[in-house]
């Protein structure tokens, strides 16, 4: 089951904060974050695979709520370098590797 | 040192044509996969290998025929081109069995078809 994003796009001033949502109406097994920049190929961010678990790297950071359906990705004192498409992923049937992507969230960071 | 690499980097053709496309990686990975992505960014998976065996294989057309020489190639060969076609393809990689199962994708190849 594909996983839903939101928002679709975000417009953000440097500094800014944003949170972007990954969702579905079954448990998740994993949840993968990846970030692609324009012309560019995605890039891996993080995985959270129990429920209530948060992880950082950087000034981005994800948690994963207990049930399992849904996840939160932070970007914290947003940078130019932020502006990409985020996708998150999960294990189709719990098969790893068989990753279904949400439809992406298109982030812009402006000066 | 290029990770997972792609060749060509831009394909143009014509309808009904046959073309291919390589992936080579050099990070030791046991499974490779290639990846559609359309004009509306949306990513799919089409297939996965593993060890140069077929273990994920979505409902992508069979015109698409993955080839894996040995587990550091992963070529996909696209028979009667057509226009729905067009997309940017990944090839990525990934290490199985590790807790943190990340896949280090391609630069993509940009496949146009008039």
């Known amino acids: 089951q594909q996983p839903v994003q939101s928002p679709q796009a975000v417009i953000l001033r440097e500094g800014e904060d944003a949170v972007i949502n990954c969702s579905s109406s079954k448990a998740l097994y994993s949840v993968h974050w990846y970030r692609q920049k324009h012309g560019e190929a995605p890039v891996f961010l993080m995985i959270l695979l129990k429920g209530g678990e948060q992880k950082g790297h950087e000034k981005i950071s994800a948690s994963f709520n207990e049930k399992k359906q849904q996840s939160s990705l932070y970007l914290t004192a947003s940078q130019l370098s932020y502006s990409g498409t985020y996708f998150c992923?999960?294990?189709?049937?719990?098969?790893?590797?068989?990753?279904?992507f949400g439809k992406g969230t298109k982030l812009s960071v402006k000066p | 040192d290029t990770a997972v690499s792609q060749t060509p980097k831009y394909l143009v053709t014509q309808m009904g044509n046959d073309k291919s496309i390589k992936c080579e990686q050099n990070l030791g990975h046991d499974t490779m996969y290639w990846y559609k992505q359309d004009s509306k960014k949306f990513l799919k998976i089409m297939f996965s290998y593993n060890n140069k065996e077929l273990i994920i294989n979505e409902t992508v057309p069979n015109r698409f025929s993955p080839k894996s020489p040995d587990k550091a190639h992963l070529n996909l060969h696209i028979n009667s081109l057509e226009l729905g076609d067009s997309a940017v393809y990944f090839c990525?990689?990934?290490?199985?069995?590790?807790?943190?199962?990340?896949?280090?994708f391609g630069p993509g190849t940009r496949l146009t078809v008039l």
């Open positions: 992923g999960t294990e189709k049937g719990g098969s790893q590797g068989n990753l279904i």
């Open positions: 990525a990689s990934s290490e199985p069995g590790l807790e943190v199962n990340e896949q280090f």
